[in-house]
Every structure is written in structure tokens, then in C-alpha cells.
């Protein structure tokens, strides 16, 4: 249905924030005297691997049996990632008066933004919504717009979040116009809302036709395609419109058409919309000439 002005990598719902530490992987020694080190604190997502050092057997099990390594001997390693924020005590199974404990920081904040709809006609309402990933509410999120042709972002703006973190806003975009939501030093990804210009083709009286544009800017000298339909079922270019002052045209389809029944619509072009803007088409129209 639309004819795209870009191609744009839609996020729409996906989280995103600052940039996540690198995952990291930390070595605890495990001696004959306990594990080096005893206490440990890693990001979210990194991993911890276990060594041994001694020359005895060890075998590293969590407290409460969320992960447990294979007996590793003389020599041996084993890695765990772990995702979980939290405080996992743990032992040596085979000499259970080891003990030590590694604690797990949470994921770093992040925000999510999406859009309703990613294409719209001119004049319709989009709504752009999100959430905060500390699921928080009353928390102050700024939305920011850059319309086409804007040279930088500028605040569209300042929401609260509700239950569960999450906030909307509405708006009704004139020309492509990207988004962003910040949240303290958290900044989203970049939604995109593409706007077409809405045609209707009226008829009227004495077999007369009106083309009939909505579009945040005037289209006077340009022109639309009076499109027919094939029997092939392809939209075949048969006159071009010239718009008048108030981007409509008044036009007798017969003029153009053949005898017999047609399928009619008028067609707007990248290059007639204007920057900004996609292509669009009026709905279809059925016309009997005898």
C-alpha cells in the first residue's frame, strides 16, 4: 500500500538504554585453604570460572542448586555466566566447610519506545508508548521529535510513568518525524512515524470528479496520476492531474476512459508529495462509460 521514502530498522518494543558493560569473566581460585576470592562482586551477565589449584578434587555447588559443576581435578576450570541479580552463597561439595559467596548486580537500566503505527495518513493520531525497566511509576520520561527537515531534536513532552513503569503520549505528525525517550542518562532507541497524504476522489454531478488532497503542504502546479485497472490487474498510468490552490482537481473521468466499466483511482508520487512525505493513493472508484 505505501511506497516507502526510507527503509527504517524498526525497535518496536526493544529495549535499549546506555550500552551494557562488556561481559566479563572472573577466576576464583579454589585452594586447599578455601576459595580466592571468598566474596565476589560481577556486573549482570558476566561470568565467573572456577580453578583448580589444589591438588585434591573440588566440586563447586550452589546453596540453594542453582548451578553446580562437574568434580574438577587437579588442574581443572569451569565456567558459570550468570544473568540473575542477586547473592548465590555456595560450597565445595566435597569439602562442604569451603564456603564463599558471589553476588550478581542488576541489569543496567533501560528504556523501551514503539509506535502505534509506523505509517499514518496526514491528520491521524499516533501514539507513542513505553516503559521504564525499574517498572516504577511517577517516573519523569522526556519525548523528544525531529520532523524532517529540523536540524536537531527538540522536546515534544515530559510524561509520568504509571503502573508498571509505563507511559504513553499521542501526537499527530505532519511530515516524517523520528522520536526518542530520555530517562535520566537513559536514552531509547529512535522510533520513526512515515506520513502519507490522504486523497479522496469525490464524485460529483454531470459526471464531474474531484481529487481531493489533505497534506500539511500546498501542492498547487504539481500533479496527480489518474490511474485505471488493468484486466491484469496492474494500476496503469492514464492522465496526469494538475492540482489547483487548494491541492484538488475537478475532472470528467470519461474524457480519459474507454466505453465499457472501469476501476479508477488517482495516485500521488514521492516526487509530487514532497519531501517528507511517502506516496499515496485515493481509494478505488467504479465508472461506466456507454
Known sequence: MWRMLVTVAAVAAGLTAVSPASA???????????????????????????RNVDKTDHQVVADNGSFASPILH??????????????????????????????????PPSLSLALSAPVVYFGTQVTISGAVSNGAANQSV????????????????LVRTGAGGVFSYSVTPNLYTSYVARWGSVTSAGVVAQVAPKLRLVPGGGGY???????????WHRHVSLQRLSPFGQWVNIANLTLGQQSGRLFRPAAYLPKGVSHIRVFLSINQAGNGLLASHSGTQTIVRR
Open 24 to 50: 566479563a569473566t572472573v577466576t576464583v581460585q579454589i585452594r586447599s585453604t578455601g576459595f580466592a576470592p571468598g566474596s565476589l562482586t560481577i556486573d549482570h551477565g558476566s561470568s565467573v570460572r572456577w
Open 74 to 107: 587437579a588442574g581443572q576450570s569451569w565456567t558459570k555466566a550468570l544473568s540473575t541479580a542477586g547473592t548465590f552463597r555456595y560450597h565445595d561439595a566435597l569439602h562442604p566447610r569451603l564456603t564463599a559467596k558471589v553476588v550478581v548486580k542488576g541489569p
Open 142 to 157: 522526556e519525548i523528544d521529535q525531529q520532523p524532517f527537515g529540523q536540524a536537531a531534536p527538540s522536546r515534544l513532552a
Open 209 to 219: 470528479m474531484k481529487a481531493m488532497i489533505a497534506t500539511p503542504v500546498s501542492l
